[in-house]
Protein backbone atom coordinates (compact mmCIF):
# COMPACT_ATOMS: atom_id res chain seq x y z
CA UNK A 1 0.00 0.00 0.00
CA UNK A 2 1.10 3.37 -1.05
CA UNK A 3 4.51 2.04 -2.69
CA UNK A 4 3.46 4.21 -5.66
CA UNK A 5 4.01 7.06 -5.16
CA UNK A 6 1.33 8.26 -7.48
CA UNK A 7 -0.89 6.98 -5.29
CA UNK A 8 0.65 8.35 -2.27
CA UNK A 9 0.35 12.29 -4.03
CA UNK A 10 -3.28 12.00 -5.00
CA UNK A 11 -4.18 10.72 -1.45
CA UNK A 12 -2.10 13.29 0.42
CA UNK A 13 -3.72 16.08 -2.35
CA UNK A 14 -7.35 14.93 -1.89
CA UNK A 15 -6.66 15.40 2.01
CA UNK A 16 -5.66 18.14 1.59
CA UNK A 17 -8.29 19.92 -0.49
CA UNK A 18 -10.70 18.71 2.33
CA UNK A 19 -12.07 16.08 -0.33
CA UNK A 20 -13.30 12.62 1.06
CA UNK A 21 -12.10 9.31 0.17
CA UNK A 22 -12.60 5.62 -0.86
CA UNK A 23 -9.73 3.12 -0.95
CA UNK A 24 -11.26 0.28 -3.23
CA UNK A 25 -8.49 -2.77 -3.12
CA UNK A 26 -8.29 -6.26 -3.55
CA UNK A 27 -8.57 -8.66 -0.84
CA UNK A 28 -9.24 -11.92 -2.69
CA UNK A 29 -8.69 -13.40 -5.65
CA UNK A 30 -9.13 -17.14 -7.37
CA UNK A 31 -7.86 -18.11 -10.58
CA UNK A 32 -6.43 -15.30 -12.78
CA UNK A 33 -6.55 -11.98 -12.27
CA UNK A 34 -5.17 -9.01 -13.08
CA UNK A 35 -4.44 -7.28 -9.74
CA UNK A 36 -3.43 -9.46 -6.67
CA UNK A 37 -4.40 -9.03 -3.15
CA UNK A 38 -3.14 -5.51 -1.69
CA UNK A 39 -3.15 -3.60 -4.82
CA UNK A 40 -5.68 -0.34 -4.37
CA UNK A 41 -7.11 2.13 -6.52
CA UNK A 42 -8.00 5.83 -4.57
CA UNK A 43 -11.14 7.50 -5.33
CA UNK A 44 -11.99 11.18 -4.06
CA UNK A 45 -15.04 12.74 -3.46
CA UNK A 46 -14.82 14.32 -7.00
CA UNK A 47 -14.80 10.99 -8.76
CA UNK A 48 -11.16 11.27 -10.05
CA UNK A 49 -9.40 8.16 -9.39
CA UNK A 50 -5.81 7.00 -9.26
CA UNK A 51 -4.43 3.42 -9.37
CA UNK A 52 -5.61 0.17 -11.94
CA UNK A 53 -7.53 -2.54 -10.75
CA UNK A 54 -8.37 -4.21 -14.19
CA UNK A 55 -10.98 -3.13 -17.02
CA UNK A 56 -12.46 0.24 -18.17
CA UNK A 57 -15.64 -1.23 -17.05
CA UNK A 58 -14.64 -2.84 -13.60
CA UNK A 59 -12.88 1.21 -13.20
CA UNK A 60 -16.11 2.68 -13.89
CA UNK A 61 -17.88 0.44 -11.83
CA UNK A 62 -15.70 1.40 -8.33
CA UNK A 63 -16.14 5.01 -9.48
CA UNK A 64 -20.16 4.60 -9.01
CA UNK A 65 -19.73 2.17 -6.13
CA UNK A 66 -17.33 4.56 -4.63
CA UNK A 67 -19.73 7.36 -4.62
CA UNK A 68 -22.16 4.87 -2.75
CA UNK A 69 -19.99 4.18 -0.59
CA UNK A 70 -19.71 7.99 0.61
CA UNK A 71 -22.93 8.49 0.46
CA UNK A 72 -23.95 5.57 2.78
CA UNK A 73 -20.80 5.97 5.44
CA UNK A 74 -19.95 2.53 5.46
CA UNK A 75 -17.84 0.23 4.38
CA UNK A 76 -18.88 -2.41 1.33
CA UNK A 77 -17.18 -5.35 -0.59
CA UNK A 78 -18.18 -6.85 -3.81
CA UNK A 79 -16.51 -9.75 -6.30
CA UNK A 80 -15.95 -9.22 -9.64
CA UNK A 81 -16.99 -13.20 -11.55
CA UNK A 82 -16.05 -13.09 -15.09
CA UNK A 83 -18.16 -14.92 -17.81
CA UNK A 84 -16.69 -18.78 -17.21
CA UNK A 85 -15.32 -18.21 -21.22
CA UNK A 86 -13.28 -15.43 -20.34
CA UNK A 87 -10.59 -17.52 -18.76
CA UNK A 88 -10.41 -15.01 -16.16
CA UNK A 89 -10.68 -15.66 -12.34
CA UNK A 90 -12.62 -14.02 -9.49
CA UNK A 91 -11.89 -10.74 -7.31
CA UNK A 92 -12.92 -9.78 -4.24
CA UNK A 93 -12.36 -6.32 -3.02
CA UNK A 94 -13.20 -4.19 -0.01
CA UNK A 95 -14.64 -0.41 -0.40
CA UNK A 96 -13.25 1.59 2.76
CA UNK A 97 -14.92 5.27 3.05
CA UNK A 98 -12.65 8.18 4.99
CA UNK A 99 -13.44 11.75 5.59
CA UNK A 100 -12.21 15.26 5.69
CA UNK A 101 -14.94 15.59 9.01
CA UNK A 102 -13.40 12.50 11.06
CA UNK A 103 -9.59 13.49 10.04
CA UNK A 104 -9.39 10.44 7.81
CA UNK A 105 -9.04 8.16 10.79
CA UNK A 106 -7.49 5.16 9.72
CA UNK A 107 -6.12 6.25 6.46
CA UNK A 108 -4.33 9.45 8.63
CA UNK A 109 -2.69 7.31 10.91
CA UNK A 110 -1.68 4.96 8.24
CA UNK A 111 0.43 7.88 6.84
CA UNK A 112 2.10 7.84 9.82
CA UNK A 113 3.29 4.21 10.47
CA UNK A 114 5.11 3.56 7.49
CA UNK A 115 6.75 -0.25 7.39
CA UNK A 116 3.88 -1.39 10.01
CA UNK A 117 0.83 -3.58 8.87
CA UNK A 118 -2.53 -2.17 8.52
CA UNK A 119 -5.40 -4.31 9.44
CA UNK A 120 -8.57 -3.65 8.69
CA UNK A 121 -12.55 -5.63 9.15
CA UNK A 122 -13.89 -6.33 6.02
CA UNK A 123 -17.12 -6.30 8.11
CA UNK A 124 -17.21 -2.54 9.59
CA UNK A 125 -14.07 -0.92 9.10
CA UNK A 126 -12.12 -1.22 12.02
CA UNK A 127 -8.47 -0.84 12.07
CA UNK A 128 -5.92 -1.99 13.96
CA UNK A 129 -1.82 -1.65 13.07
CA UNK A 130 1.25 -4.10 13.96
CA UNK A 131 4.77 -3.72 13.73
CA UNK A 132 5.06 -7.38 12.15
CA UNK A 133 5.57 -7.15 8.24
CA UNK A 134 2.26 -9.44 6.81
CA UNK A 135 2.13 -10.00 2.87
CA UNK A 136 -1.34 -9.13 2.11
CA UNK A 137 -3.94 -11.62 3.15
CA UNK A 138 -7.00 -12.03 4.26
CA UNK A 139 -7.66 -14.13 7.26
CA UNK A 140 -11.62 -14.84 8.41
CA UNK A 141 -12.86 -11.16 8.47
CA UNK A 142 -9.59 -9.10 8.84
CA UNK A 143 -7.37 -8.15 6.03
CA UNK A 144 -3.75 -7.27 6.77
CA UNK A 145 -1.86 -4.94 4.68
CA UNK A 146 2.11 -3.40 5.14
CA UNK A 147 1.99 -0.29 4.79
CA UNK A 148 5.15 0.21 2.46
CA UNK A 149 6.79 4.06 0.83
CA UNK A 150 7.86 4.16 -2.62
CA UNK A 151 10.45 2.88 -4.07
CA UNK A 152 13.50 5.28 -3.81
CA UNK A 153 16.07 5.52 -6.13
CA UNK A 154 19.41 7.21 -6.49
CA UNK A 155 21.04 8.20 -9.45
CA UNK A 156 24.55 9.28 -10.11
CA UNK A 157 25.05 11.95 -12.97
CA UNK A 158 23.02 14.05 -14.94
CA UNK A 159 23.52 13.69 -18.37
CA UNK A 160 20.84 13.05 -21.35
CA UNK A 161 21.02 9.05 -20.68
CA UNK A 162 19.81 9.53 -17.27
CA UNK A 163 16.24 10.74 -19.15
CA UNK A 164 15.14 7.95 -19.94
CA UNK A 165 16.14 6.43 -16.97
CA UNK A 166 13.74 8.62 -14.86
CA UNK A 167 10.54 8.62 -17.38
CA UNK A 168 10.87 4.74 -16.59
CA UNK A 169 11.52 4.62 -13.01
CA UNK A 170 8.69 7.33 -12.28
CA UNK A 171 6.15 4.77 -14.45
CA UNK A 172 7.24 2.59 -11.97
CA UNK A 173 5.93 4.73 -9.35
CA UNK A 174 9.61 5.34 -7.55
CA UNK A 175 10.51 7.83 -5.90
CA UNK A 176 13.90 9.43 -8.34
CA UNK A 177 16.73 11.65 -6.96
CA UNK A 178 19.64 12.77 -9.06
CA UNK A 179 22.83 13.67 -7.84
CA UNK A 180 25.93 15.04 -9.57
CA UNK A 181 28.79 17.54 -9.04
CA UNK A 182 27.48 19.69 -12.04
CA UNK A 183 23.58 18.81 -12.42
CA UNK A 184 22.69 19.21 -15.97
CA UNK A 185 19.05 20.52 -15.10
CA UNK A 186 17.98 19.86 -18.77
CA UNK A 187 17.82 16.18 -18.83
CA UNK A 188 16.71 15.51 -15.06
CA UNK A 189 13.37 17.98 -14.96
CA UNK A 190 11.27 14.76 -14.17
CA UNK A 191 13.19 13.84 -11.69
CA UNK A 192 11.49 13.81 -7.45
CA UNK A 193 14.75 15.42 -6.40
CA UNK A 194 18.16 16.75 -6.95
CA UNK A 195 21.33 16.83 -4.55
CA UNK A 196 23.79 19.12 -6.26
CA UNK A 197 26.97 18.60 -4.75
CA UNK A 198 30.22 20.70 -4.77
CA UNK A 199 32.66 17.92 -5.45
CA UNK A 200 32.77 14.13 -5.54
CA UNK A 201 33.91 13.79 -2.44
CA UNK A 202 30.35 15.18 -0.24
CA UNK A 203 28.54 12.20 -1.50
CA UNK A 204 29.80 11.65 2.50
CA UNK A 205 27.60 13.88 3.53
CA UNK A 206 24.43 12.54 2.19
CA UNK A 207 21.83 10.51 4.26
CA UNK A 208 21.32 7.29 2.38
CA UNK A 209 18.88 5.59 4.93
CA UNK A 210 16.12 6.65 2.67
CA UNK A 211 16.97 5.02 -0.58
CA UNK A 212 16.58 1.36 -1.83
CA UNK A 213 19.20 1.34 -4.91
CA UNK A 214 21.46 3.42 -6.65
CA UNK A 215 22.97 3.07 -9.95
CA UNK A 216 25.87 5.27 -11.06
CA UNK A 217 25.60 6.27 -14.25
CA UNK A 218 28.46 9.37 -13.98
CA UNK A 219 31.44 7.37 -15.79
CA UNK A 220 33.70 9.00 -14.40
CA UNK A 221 36.82 7.14 -13.31
CA UNK A 222 37.65 10.04 -11.13
CA UNK A 223 33.69 9.92 -9.32
CA UNK A 224 32.70 6.89 -9.20
CA UNK A 225 34.87 4.93 -6.65
CA UNK A 226 33.99 7.50 -4.85
CA UNK A 227 29.93 7.08 -4.93
CA UNK A 228 30.89 3.28 -5.02
CA UNK A 229 32.69 3.44 -1.33
CA UNK A 230 29.91 5.18 -0.09
CA UNK A 231 26.99 3.28 -1.18
CA UNK A 232 28.66 0.28 0.24
CA UNK A 233 28.70 1.16 3.62
CA UNK A 234 24.74 1.59 3.02
CA UNK A 235 21.73 -1.07 3.19
CA UNK A 236 20.63 -0.59 -0.24
CA UNK A 237 20.12 -3.82 -1.64
CA UNK A 238 20.80 -2.72 -5.41
CA UNK A 239 24.08 -1.36 -6.42
CA UNK A 240 24.54 -0.45 -10.10
CA UNK A 241 27.55 0.76 -12.17
CA UNK A 242 28.03 1.84 -15.73
CA UNK A 243 30.91 1.01 -17.88
CA UNK A 244 32.72 -1.70 -20.19
CA UNK A 245 33.71 -5.59 -18.64
CA UNK A 246 37.36 -4.77 -18.65
CA UNK A 247 36.66 -1.47 -16.40
CA UNK A 248 34.02 -2.71 -14.35
CA UNK A 249 35.67 -6.44 -13.22
CA UNK A 250 38.88 -3.79 -11.89
CA UNK A 251 36.22 -2.32 -10.16
CA UNK A 252 34.89 -5.45 -8.49
CA UNK A 253 38.53 -6.62 -8.02
CA UNK A 254 38.98 -3.13 -5.94
CA UNK A 255 36.51 -3.35 -3.93
CA UNK A 256 36.55 -7.45 -3.40
CA UNK A 257 32.82 -7.41 -4.79
CA UNK A 258 33.41 -10.43 -7.40
CA UNK A 259 31.10 -12.84 -5.47
CA UNK A 260 29.02 -8.82 -3.80
CA UNK A 261 25.38 -10.28 -5.07
CA UNK A 262 24.18 -6.87 -4.54
CA UNK A 263 26.02 -4.93 -6.99
CA UNK A 264 25.46 -4.96 -10.69
CA UNK A 265 28.70 -3.96 -13.34
CA UNK A 266 27.51 -3.15 -15.80
CA UNK A 267 24.87 -1.98 -14.77
CA UNK A 268 21.67 -3.84 -16.48
CA UNK A 269 19.96 -7.22 -17.93
CA UNK A 270 21.32 -7.61 -21.12
CA UNK A 271 18.43 -7.58 -23.54
CA UNK A 272 19.89 -6.61 -27.13
CA UNK A 273 19.27 -3.10 -26.83
CA UNK A 274 21.96 -0.70 -27.18
CA UNK A 275 20.41 3.02 -26.74
CA UNK A 276 19.68 5.07 -23.97
CA UNK A 277 16.21 3.51 -24.01
CA UNK A 278 16.91 0.52 -24.11
CA UNK A 279 19.65 0.60 -21.31
CA UNK A 280 17.43 2.86 -18.72
CA UNK A 281 14.71 -0.30 -19.73
CA UNK A 282 17.27 -3.10 -18.54
CA UNK A 283 18.22 -1.35 -15.38
CA UNK A 284 14.78 -0.77 -14.48
CA UNK A 285 14.30 -4.76 -15.20
CA UNK A 286 17.44 -5.46 -13.14
CA UNK A 287 15.97 -3.32 -10.13
CA UNK A 288 12.38 -5.35 -10.76
CA UNK A 289 13.60 -7.97 -10.72
CA UNK A 290 16.08 -8.34 -7.94
CA UNK A 291 12.80 -7.06 -5.99
CA UNK A 292 11.15 -9.50 -6.86
CA UNK A 293 13.97 -12.59 -6.10
CA UNK A 294 13.96 -13.34 -9.84
CA UNK A 295 17.74 -12.38 -10.18
Given at each position: MFADKQLLRFVKRSMQQGLDLVLAGVIETRGSTYAKPGQVLAVNAKGRACGVLGSPGLHRQIIDLSHEVLQSRSVRQFESSPDDSSGHGQSRYLLHPFFHSEGYGALGEALTRFGQTWIRSVEDGHSRFSDEKISPRLANTEF????????????????????????????????????????????????????????????????????????????????????????????????????????????????????????????????????????????????EAGRNQKL
Amino acid sequence: MFADKQLLRFVKRSMQQGLDLVLAGVIETRGSTYAKPGQVLAVNAKGRACGVLGSPGLHRQIIDLSHEVLQSRSVRQFESSPDDSSGHGQSRYLLHPFFHSEGYGALGEALTRFGQTWIRSVEDGHSRFSDEKISPRLANTEFYQTIARPYSLLIFGSGAHVTTLIVIANAMGWTTTVVDTKIQEAFVKEADHLIALKTAREVDSIDLTPYDAAVILSHSAQKDPLYLEALLSSEMTYIGMMGNKTNMRRMKERFNLTKDRRFFAPVGLDIGGKGAESIALSICAQIEAGRNQKL
